[in-house]
């Protein structure tokens, strides 16, 4: 499977706690994009990265949240101190210079 | 602020029927209007996809229909069929070099009955 990958796909954690997710993007692709859908929401952009720059973040990106791409390869996503607003997918999307994005199948985060 | 309205939140349709999902968006900046389908458990699959220099794309039984002086764009899945069920985004976005930040409707959750 060439795909976007995500890992882990399910985290339950406690308020509090911190959290990490992971994003492989399709392996030709040098810009990365994750995004938050809650239930019933369409996906609302958190950040983006080309190679390893994070060029834009949006204001939902509060900072308790950290991402990077150390060498323009995977992503990580992490939460510090969660909280249960915090319990939504994250999903993480790829995409080459043509534009188009192709997502992965998300990681579904509860915070008790 | 919703940027990009999406009606309705829901769709029942008979098998073999049409199924049509309306858009509208307010910021003409916007360049790039995909239609992602989603099913439970996975992330948005892109669907098909319009620039506004063209007024309508049609790739196999699915249609987008562009309106740009309304800011509105609709998805007309003709024969929809129970395998279509699943949850529509539209979405609207602007960028260049490659980059597009896009930005999406609330989505309608779709189901075709036999």
């Known amino acids: 499977d060439t795909g976007v990958s995500q890992d882990p796909r399910h985290k339950i954690t406690k308020r509090g706690q911190n959290v990490t997710f992971r994003c492989d993007p399709i392996s030709e692709h040098n810009r990365l994009y994750w995004y938050r859908q809650t239930l019933g929401q369409g996906p609302e952009f958190l950040t983006y990265f080309q190679n390893e720059a994070q060029l834009e973040k949006s204001r939902l990106l509060s900072d308790r949240f950290s991402a990077e791409r150390p060498k323009g390869s995977f992503s990580t996503l992490e939460i510090q101190r969660t909280e249960q607003g915090d319990s939504a997918m994250y999903l993480c999307?790829?995409?080459?210079?043509?534009?188009?994005?192709?997502f992965g199948p998300g990681t579904r985060l509860l915070v008790l | 602020q919703q940027q990009v309205k999406q009606s309705p939140q829901s769709l029942i349709v008979q098998k073999g029927g049409i199924s049509i999902i309306n858009c509208a968006y307010e910021n003409t900046a916007f360049d790039y209007f995909p239609w992602y389908q989603q099913f439970p458990g996975k992330g948005p699959a892109l669907l098909i996809a319009?620039?506004?220099?063209?007024s309508e794309k049609k790739e196999g039984r699915f249609t987008i229909s562009f309106n740009k002086s309304a800011k509105q764009f609709s998805l007309h899945i003709m024969d929809s069929q129970p395998g279509d069920s699943a949850t529509y985004f539209c979405?609207?976005?602007?960028?260049?070099?490659?980059?597009?930040?896009?930005?999406f409707g609330i989505g309608t959750k779709l189901q075709v009955i036999p």
């Open positions: 319009i620039r506004p220099d063209v």
């Open positions: 979405a609207a976005g602007r960028g260049s070099g490659g980059y597009q930040k896009v930005t």
């Open positions: 999307a790829s995409s080459s210079q043509l534009g188009t994005q192709y």
